[in-house]
């Protein structure tokens, strides 16, 4: 088997291994197939990401605590939590929304989810998260720096299955706004002061223009004060919803502030109105 992963990765130049259902599996098995194979590529940051269904996150912390190696672990209790969130509506405090997740724990061994075969309507782990709230769940784990974000196939196309799924509203444009404006080497600041509308910037770098990210559960608009770095650097820029989900503009402040909103039970995305790599969105604004 160490022989095959040695040689499945030269064959087709993979990025790495899913491990389906490790728990069942031997761990020292698993820790040998790691090392070796990363040791005989002469890639010791082979990713590896295994399935360890469990929403209690100290059995994965322990897992990860006697695995020799690095390893990665899909976070269960995060979306077991995006789940209760979409079920409870504006009654779910959203500061509460990482408490007990694996990326609040060990941010760099997390694998973050929204929703993944298993947890389909009639499947062996039935928890779907709610239509309305998976575009903020997505935009949680996709524009922030925390976790590596996994997007399920049948979210961004749907599944023709029984029954049948249908895509998630424009979740090719967070996924691209991920890429564009949320870079992971921007630090993060967050506005994370009420229950039911929290926001975040994403500074960006010198090749990428940031954003800031509003999200609301509640009944009414979302509305979010916040502050772009470098203060008057942003002085009378014109920034606009990239999703197109909110309608105007927002002019920055002289110092940098500005109030930034979103639709009722939804999420904005707002970046400079001329911003490096908006042209790859459709135009909505």
């Known amino acids: 088997m160490i022989k095959w992963g040695e040689w499945v990765q030269r064959e087709t130049g993979a990025a ?12 020292d098995f698993i820790a040998d197939f790691v090392r070796e194979v990363r040791d005989k590529l002469d890639n010791p940051d082979l990713f590896c990401v295994g399935e360890f269904w469990k929403q209690d996150v100290g059995s994965l912390e322990a897992y990860l ?17 995006f789940k209760e969130a979409g079920d409870a509506g504006e009654n779910f405090d959203l500061r509460q929304i990482w408490d007990g997740s694996l990326v609040q724990k060990r941010p ?20 779907p998260v709610a239509t309305w709230f998976a575009p903020l769940a997505y ?26 799924v249908d895509p998630i509203n424009q979740l090719g444009d967070l996924i691209r706004a991920r890429k564009e404006f949320a870079w992971s080497n921007g630090p993060t600041r967050d506005y994370w002061d ?4 929290v926001g975040w910037v994403r500074e960006g770098d010198k090749d990428h223009d940031g954003c800031a990210v509003v999200i609301c559960n509640g009944t009414g608009e979302g509305e979010k004060r916040m502050q ?41 995305v707002w970046t400079k109105k001329d911003a490096r790599g908006k042209e790859a969105f459709m135009k909505k604004e």
């Open 194 to 197: 009420h229950a039911n509308c």
């Open 139 to 164: 935009s949680l784990i996709l524009l922030r720096g925390d976790g590596y974000p996994c997007v399920f196939a049948g979210d961004l196309w749907g599944c023709n299955s029984d029954p049948k």
């Open 16 to 27: 790495g291994f899913r491990f389906d259902a490790i728990k069942h599996i031997d761990e």
């Open 65 to 81: 605590d006697r695995f020799p190696e690095q390893m990665s672990l899909f976070d269960a209790p995060l979306h077991d939590t």
């Open 228 to 268: 772009l770095p470098g203060g008057d650097e942003h002085k009378g820029e014109v920034w606009v919803d990239l999703l197109g989900w909110y309608q105007g503009e927002v002019t920055i402040e002289d110092d940098g502030w500005a109030n930034f909103k979103c639709p009722l039970k939804s999420v904005s």
């Open 108 to 127: 760099v061994d997390a694998v973050t989810l929204v929703c993944n075969h298993d947890t389909q309507p009639t499947q062996a782990l039935e928890a």
